[in-house]
């Protein structure tokens, strides 16, 4: 098998080229073929009737001598390579070549045979690799036919030409077409070689790089788009694992580093019973701390992965709603904050009740713990038609126009909504947009700084 792509289409093309050759030289043969045997009968029906005409005349002048008027009209018309005859009735009066006089005679013969009606349907017949042309007319009640017959050799010797010609022109046209072919296919494909070169120079530490194929055709213009934009998805996904991985390493180390200083701390020396158990109360919620970060980190990973199966069910969301919202009550109250909720009617839906849990208990704990004290959050359930709305807004500091297209990145916090002394790790508005979408949803958010946010989560039923 050909894996030479150059050379499959420099193939294909040579077998088109074949394939239309021929049927161009079959095209043409066919018609030269049929224009010289065109040309041949009109020039024996021009010659039998000239023939006739003049063997009319000549038998008024010559009072009815057949012979002798045939004689006379041969003389006249002087034929080359033609025979002319004139038969009366069922007898040859004359003709103008001898050695073909037994053909003559046979033809004659024929038509003399024949009766008038016949005759009529028969102007032209080839016989014995002949062509032949009569024309009737009567004479004073006498039937004459004035027949001109030509062989077909000049028309066999005219297409033996063309063929040969054909046998010695195709292979050589074919041998240039597949040249030309090859020449032409390796040419329109090199800014293909150059985009292979160029592929080859990019690792994972210059992604930024773009394939460049100038003046390429139109399709490997569009295939060296496609690519490009490739490329740009892939920087930006190594771009976002970097960034990742640095901010996952900055978080985890932050309560490692707690948790293996309070621990030195503690067995630097000998301390009373209540430093001891300060200790371990400190080293006990860095390490909620840090295993909330970890399921977090797994549960997005996972995700990423498309390893994460929903256990799909029927589900009131307002209860759901009502639930995550009595349960983060002692949080609102607390920091002094007025927490408002109003049920609504029963809205059902199909999803997973433990995510669907989750995103609401993310949004509710986002919304407390950015809002000032004094300060309310809100939260809603309204259905329209095929969707339903979850609503969750609160008068905190809110979020920085630039700042609202990034702030469902992982570890993204803004300057002044997103810090660490809240408590969070900048992981829950992802794992908020990660459940929204895989429950075939979407998330909004609307934010102005000093006025508060509302985030809208848009569900199917």
């Known amino acids: 098998m050909i894996k030479s792509l150059r050379l499959q289409l420099a193939l294909w093309y040579l077998a088109f080229f074949s394939v239309l050759l021929l049927a161009f030289s079959l095209v043409l043969y066919g018609s030269l073929s049929k224009s010289f045997e065109s040309r041949l009968e009109e020039a024996l029906s021009a010659t039998a009737n000239i023939g006739a005409k003049l063997m009319q005349e000549e038998l008024d002048e010559m009072h009815g001598a057949a012979t002798e008027a045939a004689e006379e009209v041969i003389s006249k018309l002087q034929p080359r390579s033609s025979v002319i005859a004139v038969v009366e009735g069922a007898q040859l009066v004359a003709a103008s070549d001898p050695t073909e006089k037994a053909a ?56 033996q030409v063309i063929r ?17 072919g090859y020449v032409l296919t390796r040419r329109g494909l090199a800014p293909l070689g150059s985009m292979v070169e160029q592929t080859r120079k990019i690792t994972g530490r210059n992604l930024e790089t773009r394939l460049q194929i ?22 930006q996904s190594f771009e976002s694992m970097r960034r990742f991985v640095q901010d996952a390493s900055h978080e985890l ?17 000998d301390r009373s019973t209540a430093e001891y158990k300060e200790s371990l109360a400190i080293i006990q919620e860095e390490s909620r701390r840090l295993s909330r970060l970890v399921d977090d980190l797994l549960n997005l990973a996972r995700a990423d992965a498309g390893h994460v199966q929903l256990y799909v069910e029927e589900l009131y969301l307002n209860e759901l709603l009502s639930e995550c919202c009595r349960s983060v009550q002692p949080l ?12 609504g009617e029963d809205v059902a839906v199909q999803g997973d009740e433990e995510l669907l849990r989750r995103m609401v208990m ?100």
Request: with cysteine; aromatic share 6%; charged share 25%.
């Open 253 to 269: 180390r932050t309560p490692l580093a707690v948790i293996r200083g309070e621990a030195d701390v503690a067995l630097s020396q």
């Open 104 to 159: 003559i005679e046979a033809a004659a013969g024929a038509v003399a045979r024949s009766t008038e009606s016949e005759l009529s349907k028969l102007p032209r017949w080839g016989r014995n690799g002949a062509m032949a042309a009569a024309q009737r007319f009567t004479f004073e009640d006498r039937p004459f036919v004035v027949l001109a017959i030509e062989p077909l050799d000049s028309i066999v010797r005219g297409l």
């Open 164 to 180: 040969e010609t054909l046998w010695l022109v195709m292979p050589l046209l074919l041998a240039m077409a597949g040249i030309g």
């Open 362 to 461: 993310n949004l509710l704990d986002n919304a407390i713990r950015y809002t000032p004290a004094g300060g309310r959050v809100s939260a809603s359930l309204e259905a329209q038609g095929p969707d339903v709305r979850i609503r969750v807004s609160d008068t905190g500091v809110g979020i920085a126009p630039e700042a609202t297209e990034r702030v469902f990145e992982r570890f993204y916090r803004a300057d002044k909504a997103r810090s660490r002394q809240q408590g969070g790790f900048g992981l829950g508005l992802s794992i908020v947009k990660w459940i929204a979408e895989s429950h075939h949803g979407a998330v909004e958010l609307r934010s102005q700084p000093g006025l508060g946010s509302t985030f809208t989560v848009r569900l199917q039923r």
């Open 332 to 343: 609102a109250a607390a920091r002094n904050i007025d927490l408002e909720y109003c049920p």
């Open 214 to 235: 100038g003046n390429g055709a139109e399709e490997l213009t569009t295939l060296a788009a496609s690519f490009n934009e490739l490329l740009s998805r892939l920087d």
